[in-house]
């Protein structure tokens, strides 16, 4: 289909960027399941290598399948192109890839994903660049912690797994009057409940293995561009801006406009990185984003009323669902993801460590696993597992204090879920 602003998000979920096959006719997607693209001829060839025609030559590069899924969320988010990945961590190198160099810094949320605390305040490290951590919420800390040598801001929508919401547009205006471009990762929303580029983030990074794929089968990750970051208006990305020794001296922003960050993703990044997706994972991931809409309408109903009986329930400390009245970011949720605060949320309780372990030990129908965004209904106890490479002011910063679990809620039946948490908390106490 040719897609427009006209169809809406339910008709794009399903058809964006796909078409009958043309040699076939198969209706669904096929898995191009190759590795390489037989040329026209010579000339054709060397189009190709020149970045001066469009198409395929090796699927670390570009695959059909794979290509579907890239227009499929950037249309979803409102993006001009996407790149996808071998994994949500993946995404983040590769959106970080292009715009950084040694002794360049990103000013990042301190409410992040545990594994991004670690990336970004440990790994990246060993490519000279360096990450400094604020409060997302204090627009005057993120203005001073911005110097000469920061190349982007980076958030969480909707944060794993604290519940906090990210006032994009008021973190959008602090990086454009710097100059810089907004990272957003919108895993734990979705562009079903919030699209981050519409508040003014720059790019979006996506966690696939999460609930756009939905179902605990794949790791992907993809990177989407606005498209409306004038890479040239400043010295500061020469990856971008500058002439690319390895295509002949071509300009990236000069050549391909809006595109030059997908295009350069692509050219640059997936060649030289080979962080790509496979185009199974992408069949996958394309079948599961088909009823996104649906699974996060579940999500958020199941979420809303789980949050609220266990706000209630007398072996329980606090619960951190936006969604909730009582959460301080409840009326920024109706504001930045008004379709709902998505399915994952922490649950505080008051037996303290050991309550929690025994409480994630007892649930029968909850999964104990390092995962969330899944039909299934998941739990982790952050501090002991994901959180646990974090220093015990990390792990508080981030939502994921001793006493803290983390519930991923799933599309079962709501009072089968209650039932389950009922008895694990009575065990918890016991
Ligand atoms: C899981 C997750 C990631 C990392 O994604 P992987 O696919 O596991 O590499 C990044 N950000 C958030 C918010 C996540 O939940």
């Not at 454009?176 to 003014?200: F, K, M, Q, W």
């Not at 007892?362 to 952050?382: K, M, P, W």
């Amino acid at each position: 289909m040719t897609d427009g602003p006209t169809y809406g998000f339910d008709t794009l979920q399903i058809h964006a960027g796909a078409r009958p096959d043309p040699a076939t006719g198969a209706r669904q997607t096929p898995i191009y399941q190759t590795t390489a693209y037989v040329f026209r001829d010579a000339e054709h060839a060397a189009a190709l290598f020149n970045l001066q025609e469009v198409g395929y030559i090796y699927s670390r590069l570009t695959n059909p399948t794979v290509a579907v899924l890239q227009e499929r969320i950037a249309t979803l988010e409102g993006g001009v192109g996407a790149v996808c990945c071998s994994s949500g961590h993946a995404a983040q190198i590769m959106a970080l890839f292009p715009l950084m160099g040694p002794g360049k810094n990103i000013v990042v949320s301190n409410r992040l994903y545990g594994g991004s605390i670690t990336q970004f305040s440990q790994t990246i490290h060993r490519f000279g660049w360096s990450a400094k951590f604020v409060d997302i919420d204090d627009m005057d800390a993120i203005k001073s912690a911005i110097d000469d040598d920061t190349r982007a801001v980076f958030c969480e929508s909707i944060a794993n797994p604290g519940g906090h919401v990210a006032d994009i547009r008021a973190v959008a205006d602090v990086a454009d009057a710097a100059g810089l471009p907004l990272i957003v990762d919108n895993t734990s929303a979705t562009p079903y409940l919030c699209r981050p580029i519409e508040h003014g983030a720059t790019l979006v990074v996506h966690s696939m293995t999460k609930f756009l794929t939905g179902n605990g089968t794949v790791t992907g990750g993809v990177v989407v561009d606005s498209g409306s970051f004038d890479w040239a208006a400043s010295d500061k990305f020469p990856s971008l801006s500058e002439p690319e020794p390895a295509y002949h001296g071509l300009k990236f922003a000069e050549t391909f406009g809006p595109l030059a960050f997908t295009f350069h993703g692509i050219a640059i990044g997936l060649r030289d990185l080979g962080m790509t997706l496979n185009p199974q994972a992408a069949h996958y991931t394309l079948m599961g984003i088909e009823t996104l809409s649906l699974r996060m309408q579940r999500h958020v109903e199941n979420a809303t009323k789980i949050s609220e009986w266990l706000e209630k329930h007398p072996a329980v400390e606090g619960v951190t669902y936006a969604g909730l009245n009582s959460s301080p970011y409840h009326d920024r949720a109706a504001k930045v993801c008004p379709r709902g605060a998505g399915g994952l949320f922490t649950v505080a309780l008051k037996a303290g460590y050991e309550g929690c372990v025994k409480f994630v030990e007892a649930l029968e129908i909850f999964s104990h696993v390092a995962n969330l965004g899944d039909t299934r209904s998941l739990v982790i106890h952050s501090a002991s597992t994901t959180h646990r490479q974090l220093t015990p002011e990390q792990q508080i910063a981030a939502g994921a204090a001793p006493n803290v679990v983390r519930i991923s809620i799933g599309i079962e039946e709501a009072d089968d879920l209650i039932a389950d948490l009922d008895q694990a908390l009575h065990k918890a106490n016991a």
